[in-house]
Nanobody, 114 residues
Framework: QAQLVESGGGVVQPGESLTLSCTAS????????MSWYRQAPGKERDFVAT????????DYANSVEGRFTISRDNAKNTVYLQMNNVQPTDTAVYYC???????WGQGTQVTVSS
């Protein structure tokens, strides 16, 4: 059974950094691109970033471009989201996603507050 487990969320202050991890199991991780989404309170779930199978191609939402970096380690079945210079508007539950089969993790909360 396919499973995605996110970790690394927490409470941080504006301007700080945070790294989220998502570990996959139950499917061939290397065969799929991977994405991160986020959902702020009262809002729809929005795209954040995506990375290709081998990690050579990435894409970002305009709101995080230049601040967030998505990467993956296929040997560890893990995708990461490095978040730099976080802002209160980055507060959300962050979800890992496998496009295609549409696997989703349970989410990890990120709160940016001074």
């Amino acid at each position: 059974q396919a499973q995605l487990v996110e970790s690394g969320g927490g409470v941080v202050q504006p301007g700080e950094s945070l790294t989220l991890s998502c570990t996959a199991s139950g499917f061939d991780f290397r065969a799929y691109s991977m994405s991160w989404y986020r959902q702020a309170p009262g809002k729809e779930r929005d795209f954040v970033a995506t990375i290709s199978l081998g990690g050579g191609v990435t894409d970002y939402a305009n709101s995080v471009e230049g601040r967030f970096t998505i990467s993956r380690d296929n040997a560890k079945n893990t995708v990461y989201l490095q978040m730099n210079n976080v802002q209160p508007t980055d507060t959300a539950v962050y979800y890992c996603n496998t496009p295609g089969p549409e696997y989703w993790g349970q989410g990890t909360q990120v709160t940016v507050s001074s």
